[in-house]
């Protein structure tokens, strides 16, 4: 099933169903199930599962610089900034591959796809099942970015007290943090962008099928009409023939009665 997910979005149906009907036959009905409710991913989803599929050192660079990240937000590491670019530069190897992958197959990369490519990347790397996912290539919806989260109920150490005689200034006291609301703000604000695309997405989807089903109303009437015009023809050949054997059998009484009179 894996195999799958590495299958270009627009052979994605065609092949899902081949697999179902695999699994059908050979008995195994409820893998079948399984495979034919497995939706078409987008195709930010197919390039992430097809790097790492393909690239999986890409997958545990990105998770060992969020892991490294987290002890820094912990107070666990000091080194902040070479852990910071680290994961900064793990995250653009990991997109650009995925931009890369989505470009060989002939589709178009947008700055709003490598945002939703980034999100996904860093929610997949901070959320242990989605982890998980991430590592076989198997990630089956976008994510969004976490925000303290990250530390997956972890709680920051408590950094020791200055001494009085050496206090702090006024100015680097106030740390620029976010407050939870304005975290559940951005998240909110992510997830109504996320739930814009899939909105666009699933109306681009419907017209699709709009204009295929009005393709196939079309050809579908023009088929009725030949099968009505050769059901014509047929009809008006078989009463030809029909007159065509009336007229021979005419032919043949009238040659036999002329065959008896001359015996008589």
Do not use: C
């Amino acid at each position: 099933m894996i195999e799958l997910y590495q299958v270009p979005p627009s052979e994605f149906v065609r092949e899902r169903n081949a697999l179902a009907a695999r699994l059908r036959k050979a008995g195994r009905t409820a893998e079948a199930a399984d495979v034919a409710r497995l939706r078409r991913p987008t195709p930010i989803l197919w390039a992430i599962n097809r790097v790492a599929h393909d690239q999986p050192g890409e997958v545990k660079q990105l998770m060992e610089a969020t892991d490294a990240l987290k002890l820094v937000q912990l107070g666990r590491r000091k080194d902040v900034d070479a852990v910071g670019t680290r994961q900064r530069n793990a995250l653009q190897n990991f997109v650009t591959r995925a931009a890369a992958a989505l470009q060989s197959v002939g589709l178009g990369v947008s700055p709003a796809m490598l945002r939703r490519a980034s999100a996904t990347l860093l929610g997949a790397a901070a959320d242990s099942r989605a982890r998980a996912l991430l590592q076989q290539g198997r990630l089956s919806e976008e994510l969004s970015a976490p925000g303290f989260e990250v530390f997956g109920g972890m709680t920051p150490r408590t950094r020791p007290v200055a001494p009085a005689t050496r206090p702090r200034p006024a100015t680097r006291s106030k740390q620029a943090v976010p407050t939870e609301s304005s975290t559940e703000k951005r998240a909110a604000e992510r997830d109504a962008r996320l739930a814009r695309q899939r909105l666009q997405t699933l109306e681009r989807e419907a017209r699709r099928r709009r204009r295929r089903a009005e393709r196939t109303g079309t050809a579908a009437a023009v088929l009725r009409r030949r099968l009505h015009e050769i059901d014509e023809r047929l009809a008006q050949e078989r009463r030809q023939a029909d007159e065509a054997e009336r007229d021979a059998a005419k032919a043949r009484e009238q040659l036999t009665r002329a065959g008896a009179n001359r015996g008589r």
